[in-house]
């Protein structure tokens, strides 16, 4: 980060001027206002290009404002992701027809180049460089090379999915870049395919109502956030987990003040994403269809669901509801083409292997996926176990039972907040010289509930096993003797 400010002493010294009177960073600031640049680009759209039938406006509006703003955040280091969309571009124009050379390449291309940014950019923080852009373009340029290959096939041979992003001709290179650059999209997503974007041009959403309300509230949604966000932090900083101080604070304390730093810290990223995705419904890109009451419903290009956030109880439920359309992207293009391994689990643990292989080197990226899927296994294990053993026996009791009900009630939204702090420490913190002070000095609390609950699980199965092969030779005796 020193090295890219140094690089633009001019503007780093304006941007760090103001920065300072709010207490952010230069590059965070940057950021803020480009992400806030999307609803003014919004408005001049919609009243001056929208109903202009010549396309080519269209794009060359979306690619030069949204190349701009990557100038602004990152200077010269924008023609990365020049070079990026130029060369998918040819690999689609020459090689299409030899649809698994040009994926190959393609895929190799994105993933190496964005492995080598990391490694020459990286340093003990989550750095705003050229390279988190770049990280959604690398999915982005995948996926349309996934997408032109399908256009390639027959339709019978597509699922329903693919059918709504494939791509049967090859669009311009101007097409392309205004769709890489899409101003309320490329910073740091969502991720949407080229057909989202040809419909939307094409006027395909314009004759639905209620986008500019709707944007709105999205944007007043992100503003609550963000300041909750800071205001949060600015009591629970991360720098307060690696101090002496937290590891003397009582025990219980300790992991709920986790917990919470956890739910600041992932306001961080939900306020970003909901002042994006305000400026995509603002414009009118992220129709998605009817709603139950026969409304527009804008949440096409939505990357969290807040209700299901805020009032889920399980680490499944932030899975569920967290960065929506990465882990669609992933599922769709990366888990569900891998059904030819015929095995599931090897299929989820390849798409959390690409995420965290995405995300960089930090070692706390690969801790904090595995623990991911670990700690998903164990609530369906711990649930399988509940629905076939507990309840059967006590259900009838525990239904009725008021106090038992407040009790369940207190005990899941405990573990939300408390193992939400474990989950995401390692993510936070990426270098394991930090993140293993964090656990150590809760206790490794994490790894212990998680040791104690596989031992109890696997005796139970053993224990099940061996109990229900004994009457099997019961029965099987019997019959005999009979």
């Not at 239904?399 to 702090?421: H, P």
């Amino acid at each position: 980060m020193t090295k890219y400010i140094e690089e633009e002493p001019s503007d780093a010294g304006l941007m760090g001027a103001i920065a300072n009177v709010g207490g952010v960073t230069p590059e965070a600031l940057r950021l803020l206002l480009t992400l806030m640049a999307g609803y003014p680009i919004a408005a001049v759209y919609t009243k001056y290009i929208a109903e202009v039938p010549f396309k080519t406006l269209h794009h060359i509006f979306f690619f030069s404002c949204g190349a701009g703003l990557c100038y602004f955040n990152y200077g010269a280091d924008t023609y990365h992701s020049l070079l990026g969309i130029l060369v998918t571009y040819l690999l689609v124009l020459f090689l299409r027809h030899n649809i698994k050379l040009m994926i190959g390449l393609n895929f190799v291309f994105h993933m190496t180049y964005l492995l080598l940014g990391y490694f020459f950019t990286s340093s003990n923080e989550y750095d705003i460089l050229w390279t988190m852009p770049h990280c959604i373009l690398v999915l982005r340029m995948i996926g349309f090379g996934f997408d032109v290959s399908d256009g390639l096939k027959a339709p019978e041979a597509l699922s329903n999915e693919q059918k709504e992003t494939a791509l049967p001709q090859v669009p311009s290179l101007l097409e392309l870049l205004a769709f890489a650059y899409f101003p309320s999209g490329f910073l740091i997503g969502p991720q949407f395919p080229l057909r989202r974007y040809q419909k939307f041009i094409n006027g395909d959403y314009r004759q639905h109502e209620g986008n500019v309300e709707a944007g709105m509230r999205r944007l007043a949604t992100g503003v609550f956030y963000l300041i909750v966000c800071q205001v949060g932090l600015s009591f629970l900083p991360d720098s307060y987990f690696l101090t002496p101080e937290f590891a003397q604070v009582g025990f219980i304390k300790r992991i709920y003040l986790l917990g919470f730093w956890a739910k600041f810290c992932l306001y961080k990223y939900i306020s970003c994403w909901l002042l994006t995705e305000g400026a995509l419904i603002y414009i009118g890109f992220s129709y998605k269809g009817k709603d139950e009451h026969g409304q527009p419903d804008w949440s096409g290009c939505s990357n969290v669901k807040l209700i299901l956030l805020e009032t889920g109880n399980t680490m499944e439920h932030y899975v569920q509801s967290f960065n929506v359309n990465t882990n669609q992207w992933v599922g769709q293009y990366i888990y569900k083409r891998l059904r030819f391994l015929n095995n599931r689990t090897i299929s989820y643990g390849a798409a959390l292997g690409f995420l965290a292989i995405w995300h960089g080197y930090h070692s706390g990226y690969y801790m904090a996926f595995v623990m991911e899927y670990i700690v998903v296994t164990t609530e369906k294990q711990i649930t399988n176990f509940y629905d076939k053993v507990v309840l059967p026996q006590y259900g009838h009791f525990l239904n009725n039972s008021d106090m038992y009900k407040v009790l369940y009630f207190v005990a899941l939204k405990s573990y939300n907040i408390v193992f939400m702090g474990w989950c995401l420490a390692a993510f936070v913190f990426l270098k394991y010289e930090r993140w293993i002070v964090v656990f150590g000095a809760v206790n490794y609390y994490g790894f212990i509930y998680l040791l104690i609950w596989m031992a109890f699980y696997q005796s139970y199965r053993h224990f099940t096993r061996k109990s229900s092969r004994s009457n099997e030779d019961v029965t099987g005796a019997k019959s005999k003797t009979q």
